[in-house]
């Protein structure tokens, strides 16, 4: 045996006693959380010891360990994978989710949960406020906003009526692509997409498709289910879209904007406690004349708490009324939030909290630290 057999066999020896080590120690992980679970008392599901900050906590802690080699990408999915097999091992969480499969928000589910929770796709952002209303999902998850297309308007006005709550953020980064049979541009006729990838992609179509026709449809995954027999027609979508429905990709990443991302809400039926790094999103509306939204705007800006977004939508409750939706730093429980909404529930308005709940963790960009 040669001097690099050698070492090749002594670095193979160290990799299997590393292996047979990980999976002791993922064994005994498992055996603690199962613990944890009992100690809270008889659950019929995984979501009656599920706790979002807790889990937060854990993967900030992936990232300030990590040194390399593998990405912070990497690290974090491996632990959300792990967390989400121990969390399963009585019975997995049920995850609605706005459908079908193949869909950016199934990919959302797994980011957030992990590949061991029952995910199931819904027609409508409706149904998934429906399902989990109903206790027929423990959770829910639903596009809330895209950096290059704005708000989602039908997740927010669920919000106005629905008694649910925000328990996480997803932030996933969109990559589209040009799925066909067909081995050529030339030869394609049509193309289907959700409209907002239609848009998304507004510039690469017009360069490489012009005068093809452009088909808006449900979602991105159904696009894909009606091109997988037709080899003169394309669809925009996701690689989870393609691998669903076995539709190679001519063409990838034809998003115009490289760090097009969108964010999506977990939502559920309880708040959670704080997690150290949280955000609250309130709602807020009142009928008292001008000065209304200032007045209960006041109490934050004399706290000093940011205020990162504003959203307004037509009110229910009559012609030309709004209510607002806004997300602030902190969580409710905790200082200065907690005497801010104290006093704006005080005012004649209305200030709901639809929830608060952990930061999206997400993976540095090369170069970055956790400063």
Known sequence: MSDNDKKLA??????????????QLISTRARLAFQVAQSKGAQSSAVGYYRPEREAQVLRGVLERNEGPLSDSEMLRLFREIMSACLAQQEPMKIAYLGPEGTFTQQAVH????????AAGQATIEDVFAQVQGEEADFGVVPIENSTQGVVTHTLDRFIDADLKICGEVEL??????????QSLSTLDRVYAHQQSFSQCKGWLQRNLPGVELIAVSSNAEAARRVRNAPEAAAIAGLSAAEVYGLPAL?????????NT???LVIGRELFAPSGNDKSTLLLAGDEGPGLLHALLAPLAASGINMTRIESRPSPGGKWEYVFFIDVDGHAAEEPLASALATMNQLGGKCRLLGSYPYAVLARLPGETTD
């Not at 980011?111 to 029952?118: D, E, I, P, Q, T």
């Not at 063409?251 to 760090?259: H, R, V």
Request: proline letters at 0%; a negative charge.
């Open 10 to 23: 002594s670095v193979r020896a160290q990799i299997n006693a590393l292996d047979s080590e990980i999976q």
């Open 111 to 118: 980011r957030h949960f992990g590949h061991s929770v029952l």
């Open 173 to 182: 980064r969109i990559h589209h692509n040009l799925l066909t049979h067909s």
């Open 251 to 259: 063409f990838t990443d034809i998003e115009d904007q490289k760090d």
């Open 262 to 264: 969108t964010r999506f």
